[in-house]
């Protein structure tokens, strides 16, 4: 069911308004669809291009279509969404039943029933480049007002995208530091039991660790945590053996 058109300055404020501690990037990037498609003029179907490594990929769409029109792109490494992405441009395709710069991209957007494009460059940050492909179903659907429109929406999208994104990495990174910790700790935690047993040093402690991850073929904090888990446990049997032997 088709939602309710949006007045564009209203998307721009939606778009300022994105909490990204509530939602995962690619929630982002459907919201930016979305309201790209609520508030521009002509935009059936609407989709984003993201090229890192220069490997583009499409991570929202308000449709099937919609990516299937940007991946035979990237089948043949040719098209509007690409030129815009990487050059950072704005690129327009008036009539795909006259298009002459990507004929065979044209064919397939013609037999789909689009009858012009317009893609604006997304500069979302360093080595991360991205376009904002709005297709309709009409011919000539995106006069100048209506591109100009378009490259407002983009540039406060791109805000949006870049912050998005860098969350995301940051989120990320601490995580990973967290579990690093934890993983640290355990294995620390494992070198002390089997010092404690062994009466040996924390670096034949150690030695002793990872060739039990060798040969058992399990990462080093997986020995590790069983390891903590299995005296743990012991300890705990014992204590309740006392208790009980008391009463």
Same mark, same amino acid.
């Given at each position: 069911?088709?939602?309710?058109?949006?007045?564009?300055?209203?998307?721009?404020? @939606?778009?300022?308004?994105?909490?990204?501690? @509530?939602?995962?990037?690619?929630?982002?990037?459907?919201?930016? $669809?979305?309201?790209?498609?609520?508030?521009? %003029?002509?935009?059936?179907?609407?989709?984003?291009?993201?090229?890192?490594?220069?490997?583009?990929?499409?991570?929202?769409? #308000?449709?099937? *279509?919609?990516?299937?029109?940007?991946?035979?792109?990237?089948?043949?490494?040719?098209? %509007?969404?690409?030129?815009?992405? $990487?050059?950072?441009?704005?690129? #327009?395709?008036?009539?795909?039943?006259?298009?002459?710069?990507?004929?065979?991209?044209?064919?397939?957007?013609?037999?789909?029933?689009?009858?012009?494009?317009?893609?604006?460059?997304? %500069? !979302?940050?360093?080595?991360?480049?991205?376009?904002?492909?709005?297709?309709?179903?009409?011919?000539?659907?995106?006069?100048?007002?209506? !591109?100009?429109?378009?490259?407002?929406?983009?540039?406060?999208?791109?805000?949006? *995208?870049?912050?998005?994104?860098?969350?995301?990495? $940051?989120?990320?990174?601490?995580?990973?530091?967290?579990?690093?910790? @934890?993983?640290?700790?355990? !294995?620390?935690?494992?070198?002390?039991? !089997?010092?404690?047993?062994?009466?040996?040093?924390?670096?034949?402690?150690?030695?002793?660790?990872?060739?039990?991850?060798?040969?058992?073929?399990?990462?080093?904090?997986?020995?590790?945590?069983?390891?903590?888990?299995?005296?743990?446990?012991?300890?705990?049997?014992?204590?309740?053996?006392?208790?009980?032997?008391?009463?």
């Amino acid at each position: 069911m088709a939602q309710e058109p949006m007045a564009p300055l209203r998307a721009f404020a @939606e778009l300022g308004r994105i909490k990204f501690s @509530e939602t995962t990037l690619v929630g982002v990037f459907e919201r930016v $669809t979305e309201l790209a498609q609520r508030s521009l %003029p002509g935009a059936d179907e609407v989709s984003i291009t993201l090229v890192r490594q220069r490997r583009p990929g499409t991570p929202a769409a #308000t449709s099937e *279509l919609a990516r299937r029109l940007d991946e035979a792109q990237y089948e043949r490494l040719s098209g %509007p969404c690409l030129q815009a992405a $990487t050059e950072e441009d704005t690129v #327009t395709v008036v009539d795909t039943g006259a298009e002459t710069r990507w004929p065979e991209w044209a064919v397939v957007a013609s037999s789909a029933g689009i009858g012009s494009s317009l893609s604006v460059g997304l %500069p !979302i940050r360093e080595a991360v480049q991205g376009a904002l492909n709005v297709y309709s179903r009409s011919s000539g659907a995106f006069p100048d007002h209506v !591109i100009s429109l378009a490259q407002a929406f983009a540039g406060y999208a791109a805000v949006a *995208l870049a912050n998005a994104d860098l969350y995301d990495t $940051t989120a990320t990174l601490a995580d990973q530091l967290r579990q690093a910790m @934890e993983h640290r700790a355990v !294995i620390e935690q494992a070198k002390g039991i !089997i010092m404690s047993e062994r009466r040996c040093s924390p670096e034949e402690a150690f030695a002793l660790l990872t060739k039990a991850s060798q040969d058992s073929n399990r990462k080093l904090r997986e020995v590790a945590s069983a390891l903590v888990s299995r005296t743990a446990g012991s300890h705990s049997g014992r204590s309740g053996g006392s208790a009980r032997g008391g009463r």
